[in-house]
C-alpha cells in the first residue's frame, strides 16, 4: 500500500483517485471545489499542503502548467523529503520545464507522467502513462501507475520527455478529430450519408476504431465530452507551440488549433472535442 495524494480530480483526476483508492492505497484528495472530490472512496483535504502532508507519491492532475504551478508553489514544501511528485496533467514543454526547476527549487523528485486517454479509460483503468524519471523511483510509481492504466511506458530520465511524447500523440490525435468532423461535413455537403463512409472504410486498412467512435457522437448529436473541447484546444495549441520552438512548420497543427477556436467561440467548449465539427458543418435547414 503507497499513501497518494491526488491534487485535482475533475474529469480525469476523480476516475484516477477513485482507481488508485479502489486498489487499495491509502488516498487523499483536493479540489477547488470540494465537492468534486467527495464520493471517490478518498479522505477530502480542505488544502493541497494537507492532502501532500504524509502522502509518498503526490499526483497533480490539473488543467494546465499555470494551475499546476500555482498549486504546488506553495505546497512542494509540505511535501515529505522522500516523496515523489508525479505530475500527470499535461502541460506542454515550456511548462514541465518550469516545473522540474520549481521541484528542484525545493529538492524534490518529479517524474513528468502524462497519460493517453480519456474520461471512459481513466474510469476503466485503461489509461497509457507516458512517464520520465530516475529510476530509483519508478518501482513506487508503478504501484500507483498500474491502477489507473494498462501500460506505463518509461520514456526518459525526467521532464520533458514525458511531455514530448504525449504532444506527438495529441498531435495525432487533435488533428484526426477535425478530419473526421470534416469528412462527415463534407459527406453532409455532398447529400451522401456520412455512415456510408464508415461503411465504406470498415473492415479494411483504411479503417479506424476512432472514426466510428467520434463519427458516432457527431451523429448522435449527444456530445457528452470524452474530453472537452476547452482542454482539446489548449492541447492543440501546445502542439503548435512546441512545433514552434522546435523550429517546424507544421500547418495542420495550427489549422486544428483554429478550427478549434472557433468552436470554443460558436459556444461549444464544454462538449467533447468532436464539437470542432460545428465549424465546417454545412447549414441546416429549420424544421
Not at 520514456?155 to 511524447?165: F, I, K, Y
Amino acid at each position: 500500500m503507497t499513501r497518494v495524494a491526488v491534487l485535482g480530480t475533475g474529469i480525469m483526476g476523480a476516475p484516477m483517485a477513485r482507481r488508485i483508492a479502489g486498489a487499495g492505497h491509502d488516498v487523499s484528495v483536493w479540489n477547488r471545489t470540494r465537492e468534486n472530490a467527495e464520493g471517490l472512496g478518498a479522505a477530502v483535504a480542505g488544502s493541497p499542503a494537507d492532502a501532500v502532508a504524509d502522502a509518498e507519491v503526490v499526483i497533480t492532475m490539473l488543467a494546465d502548467g499555470l494551475a499546476v504551478e500555482e498549486v504546488m508553489r506553495d505546497t512542494l514544501a509540505s511535501m515529505r523529503d522522500d516523496a515523489v511528485w508525479a505530475q500527470m496533467s499535461t502541460v506542454g514543454m515550456r511548462a514541465a520545464e518550469q516545473l522540474a526547476e520549481l521541484a528542484q527549487a525545493h529538492d524534490r523528485v518529479l517524474v513528468d507522467a502524462p497519460v493517453l486517454g480519456s474520461r471512459i479509460p481513466a474510469e476503466q483503468g485503461q489509461l497509457v502513462v507516458l512517464a520520465a524519471g530516475p529510476n530509483e523511483v519508478r518501482e513506487r510509481c508503478e504501484e500507483v501507475f498500474d491502477a489507473v492504466g494498462r501500460a506505463t511506458q518509461w520514456v526518459g530520465d525526467g521532464a520533458p520527455e514525458g511531455q514530448a511524447l504525449k504532444l506527438v500523440v495529441n498531435s495525432w490525435i487533435l488533428n484526426t478529430v477535425e478530419n473526421i468532423a470534416e469528412t462527415v461535413a463534407l459527406a453532409e455537403g455532398l447529400g451522401v450519408d456520412p455512415r456510408r463512409w464508415l461503411d465504406a472504410i470498415s473492415g479494411g486498412a483504411m479503417d479506424m476504431q476512432y472514426a466510428h467512435m467520434k463519427g458516432e457522437l457527431i451523429f448522435s448529436g449527444n456530445l457528452e465530452p470524452a474530453f472537452r473541447l476547452t482542454l482539446a484546444l489548449k492541447d492543440a495549441g501546445l502542439v503548435v507551440e512546441a512545433a514552434e520552438d522546435a523550429g517546424l512548420d507544421l500547418p495542420l497543427p495550427r489549422l486544428t488549433r483554429d478550427q478549434m477556436a472557433r468552436a470554443f467561440e460558436l459556444g461549444h467548449g464544454d462538449e467533447d472535442m468532436a464539437a470542432t465539427y460545428f465549424v465546417s458543418a454545412p447549414p441546416r435547414e429549420p424544421r
